[in-house]
């Protein structure tokens, strides 16, 4: 099986920045997208920003010109640069990843999400 852990998460003031990271790890598995979703207390999980594994990104309309995924792929990892937060952004941050994995000499589809990371922007 595959796992996600996220970090990078906190408390900033409005204005300020936070980066988050997050790890897949497991024994046989390769990994397509990667993404970034939230969800604030009363509201829907939705998504911030995703990539593919030859670098096409894709954001919220909401987080364009303030935030930036990337990833290292040879580390299983991607980022979240998050700059000039505001109050609205906070919410409990999941990373998410599709692939395969090997499980008893056969390849099957995973599509995981992490136990997810808290943000909190003060105003």
């Known amino acids: 099986q595959v796992q996600l852990v996220e970090s990078g998460g906190g408390l900033v003031q409005a204005g300020g920045s936070l980066r988050l990271s997050c790890t897949a790890s497991?024994?046989?598995?390769?990994?397509?997208?990667m993404g970034w979703y939230r969800q604030a207390p009363g509201k829907q999980r939705e998504l911030v920003a995703a990539i593919t594994r030859s670098g096409s990104t894709n954001y919220a309309d909401s987080v364009k010109g303030r935030f930036t995924i990337s990833r290292d792929n040879a580390k299983n990892m991607v980022y979240l640069q998050m700059n000039s937060l505001k109050p609205e952004d906070t919410a409990v941050y999941y990373c998410?990843?599709?692939?395969?994995?090997?499980?008893?000499?056969?390849?099957?589809?995973?599509?995981?999400w992490g136990q997810g990371t808290q943000v909190t922007v003060s105003s």
């Open positions: 998410n990843a599709d692939g395969s994995f090997q499980s008893t000499l056969v390849w099957r589809p995973y599509d995981r």
């Open positions: 497991g024994r046989l598995f390769t990994i397509n997208d």
